[in-house]
T-cell receptor, first 109, second 114 residues
Framework: GQNIDQPTEMTATEGAIVQINCTYQTSGFNGLFWYQQHAGEAPTFLSYNVLDGLEEKGRFSSFLSRSKGYSYLLLKELQMKDSASYLCAVRDSNYQLIWGAGTKLIIKP | IAGITQAPTSQILAAGRRMTLRCTQDMRHNAMYWYRQDLGLGLRLIHYSNTAGTTGKGEVPDGYSVSRANTDDFPLTLASAVPSQTSVYFC?????????????FGPGTRLTVL
């Protein structure tokens, strides 16, 4: 079967750095996406990785290792507005997205 | 304003009733999707359409049907609602289905079936 694993919840301090991990086992791999979802709102796109390595976009970076079936999302200089759920999704061999259950990130002042 | 709209925002429905959730996008995206999101679970794909005139089944299609008569609209119909269909439903669209094309999501419809 297909499986995406992420921690259920993480807590971090305002101004700090946090790393959210995602491991996956899917039928095929055609890219990995990270989305942010604030409570009661729709998911919004953060990043896309298809090759191994780090993609940096402002305070957010995403890393991929295809051989390990592993990705992480790194958030720097945390702000209170970063409190949200972070969703990892893998595009499989059918070009459909398989989604993890999401990691709820709580930021404390 | 470009984007995806969904209607209704929320709905309480008696079991056995028929219901259509509406989704419209004005970005001229080829692909559209319907997901349900339940607490503790990831988004699950119900149905999708890679282009106008075509549809396909996702992970959890039973009890749902879709149509894609034109590029902009992708309605989802529950023929006879059951309590297990209580969920938040998101419509999404993307310009393409491969490469870096991300999916854009509508605001969601919160459906309660009693």
């Amino acid at each position: 079967g297909q499986n995406i694993d992420q921690p259920t919840e993480m807590t971090a301090t305002e101004g700090a750095i946090v790393q959210i991990n995602c491991t996956y086992q899917t039928s095929g791999f055609n890219g990995l996406f990270w989305y942010q979802q604030h409570a009661g709102e729709a998911p919004t796109f953060l990043s896309y990785n298809v090759l191994d390595g780090l993609e940096e976009k402002g305070r957010f970076s995403s890393f991929l290792s295809r051989s390990k079936g592993y990705s992480y999302l790194l958030l720097k200089e945390l702000q209170m507005k970063d409190s949200a759920s972070y969703l990892c999704a893998v595009r499989d061999s059918n070009y459909q997205l398989i989604w993890g259950a999401g990691t709820k990130l709580i930021i404390k002042p | 304003i470009a984007g995806i709209t969904q209607a209704p925002t929320s709905q309480i429905l008696a079991a056995g009733r028929r219901m259509t959730l509406r989704c419209t996008q004005d970005m001229r995206h080829n692909a559209m999707y319907w997901y349900r999101q339940d607490l503790g679970l990831g988004l699950r794909l119900i149905h999708y359409s890679n282009t106008a005139g075509t549809t396909g089944k996702g992970e959890v299609p039973d009890g749902y049907s879709v149509s894609r008569a034109n590029t902009d609209d992708f309605p989802l119909t529950l023929a006879s609602a059951v309590p297990s269909q209580t969920s938040v439903y998101f419509c999404a669209s993307s310009e393409g289905t491969s490469g870096a094309y991300e999916q854009f999501f509508g605001p969601g419809t919160r459906l309660t079936v009693l």
